[in-house]
């Protein structure tokens, strides 16, 4: 940048900045160089000064008063797999989604923008490497589970990818590398998600440095404004895609594509469908599917009074135990309605106080020990009951919801791997195939299935041409 051109972009940001009472972001300029000056000139690009301004009162210098619906009702929920009541309806279903898929009317959206920092992985989180006897990587799992796809319905889906800055280039080049793990590049499809400024709680933006801006991204809630802004909405127009198969980066168990949920999202002309599991406890940290005020929505778990969170049913069974796992299908014109310039249907924010390292007065670094800024996110599952009729059905945990959160404990990699495992042995033994077990409890051979080999239990049935003979202590890869 010229001279001149830093200078009369710095008199307009100066303007703006002005305008909406935040002009001590360049408290510091006269001390930069011009990469510097570039440098803070491109963060404020990245920021909506206007939506920032309507923030600041009621979300950032005032923490907003959670006001719970007055009428909290556990909602309708469609079974895992077809009771007699259902029968008809799914096999219905199943041929729906099978045919939208086969006519490309069906896309994957991985969310990868998070920052990760519970696991702290040095790397974007879809290159950790989690299954067990190749390490294949996140990524790998989901490309192959595509392949799978193909091999079964006769059409590849494409994939769109969402990034944070954090990780753009560096998702970008694991794929190069990795020659799309199969795919084509032309399969794929990334861009990047919105970022929101961490504020001071006094609702002044805060700054990572005397030239940065303290950025974050938005939230998965973020994803649907990217996939407009991104140009990703028009290509899936352009490709004919007509739904979108949402799902997060740390979950190796989760069916990308699953058939039997995209026909029902079809057959009951849901704008916005997702899935559930049982809970594993009243207080277990998911969200909540509720009937709230007559809309079908999901309540955090530290939002749910506690009252409803232990009430049960007349024959015992938990009054609300639909937790929510972040898989939802959602209609591409659905998310064109909630993001056109015109919308008038908004999804809320989340404010949450953190400890951003950042600046003081004199321009010296604050890393601070405990949280001293406000941070705003949007979650995807608000979108929930801006939707025509939103439909609820349940998946089986063990079949399809372990993530890799935490570096270790409960929902890290050790988990994922043992959910991994005891899956690949329960549909390896469902297929008729004997598999040692120990005296722990379980399977006694490491086993990887690829979901290019076989989507699921019905699935590696049919593609199992013979019986393995496998022993205790074995390393199994069908892939
Ligand atoms: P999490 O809520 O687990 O957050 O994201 P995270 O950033 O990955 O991890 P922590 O909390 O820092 O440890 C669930 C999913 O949503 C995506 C993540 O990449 C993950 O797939 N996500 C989250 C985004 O894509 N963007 C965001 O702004 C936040």
């Known amino acids: 940048m010229t001279m001149a051109s830093l200078q009369s972009k710095y008199d307009a940001a ?74 008809a309806m799914y096999a219905e279903a199943l041929r729906l989604g099978e045919q939208a898929i086969a006519k490309g009317q069906v896309a ?25 006897v190749r390490n294949a990587p996140l990524f790998q ?19 769109y990818v969402m990034t944070g800055p954090a990780n753009h280039e560096e998702t970008q080049a694991f794929f190069t590398e990795n020659k799309y793990f199969g795919l084509s590049a032309d399969d794929v499809r990334f861009f990047m998600q919105g970022q929101m400024p961490a504020f001071h709680p006094d609702g002044r933006i805060m700054l990572a440095s005397k030239s940065r801006i303290a950025l974050s991204p938005d939230g998965h809630g973020g994803s649907l404004r990217a996939l407009s802004v991104s ?37 009951k002309r849901s ?41 049960r049913n007349a024959d015992g069974t938990r009054r ?28 809320p924010w989340h404010r949450a106080e953190k400890k951003v390292p950042t600046v003081n007065d004199q321009g010296n670094a604050i890393d601070p ?37 935490n570096a270790t404990g409960v929902d890290s990699a050790v988990t994922a791997r043992r959910d991994l495992n005891r899956r690949a042995a329960r549909w390896l033994a469902s297929a008729g195939v004997e598999v040692p077990m120990g005296e722990d409890g379980e399977p006694a051979a490491t086993i990887e299935i690829s979901p290019a080999f076989a989507l699921d239990a019905e699935d590696l049935r049919r593609q199992l041409k013979s019986k393995p003979a496998i022993k205790a202590g074995d390393s199994v890869l069908l892939a």
Request: aromatic share 8%; charged share 25%; hydrophobic share 45%.
């Open 14 to 87: 100066r303007a703006n900045l002005t305008q909406v009472g935040q002009e001590h972001v360049l408290t510091f300029w006269a001390d930069l160089d011009d990469t510097a000056k570039a440098a803070l000139l491109a963060d404020l690009d990245q920021v909506d000064l206007k939506r920032c301004a309507a923030l600041v009162e009621p979300m950032v210098r005032n923490r907003p008063v959670l006001e719970l619906p007055h009428d909290i009702q556990p909602p309708e929920i469609l079974p895992a797999e077809a009771d007699a009541a259902h029968a």
């Open 108 to 132: 994957a959206f991985v969310v990868a923008g998070g920052q990760g920092s519970r696991l702290g992985y040095d790397g974007p989180k879809g290159a950790y490497q989690v299954t067990l």
């Open 141 to 159: 799992v989901f490309a192959e589970a595509l392949l799978g796809i193909e091999r079964r319905y006769g059409r590849r889906p494409p994939w």
């Open 231 to 267: 140009g990703a909405l028009d290509d899936m127009k352009r490709r004919g895609v007509e739904h979108i198969s949402y799902f997060q980066v740390d979950n190796p168990l989760v069916r990308p594509i699953d058939p039997l949920f995209i026909g029902l999202h079809i057959m």
């Open 271 to 311: 704008e916005m469908s997702s899935k559930a599991v049982t809970k594993a406890d009243d207080k277990e940290r998911v969200g909540n599917f509720c009937i709230a005020d007559g809309k079908l929505m999901v309540i955090e778990y530290s939002d749910l009074p506690d009252e409803l969170a232990v009430a």
């Open 320 to 347: 609300f135990d639909a937790g929510s796992i972040a898989i939802h299908v959602l209609s591409r014109a659905f998310v064109e309605r909630l993001t056109s310039e015109t919308a008038t249907l908004h999804m």
């Open 369 to 405: 020990d405990k949280p001293n800024g406000v941070k705003l996110e949007m979650f995807v599952f608000d979108a929930i009951p801006l939707a025509e009729n939103a439909l609820v059905m349940y998946t089986r945990r063990e079949e399809e919801f372990s993530p890799v959160k």
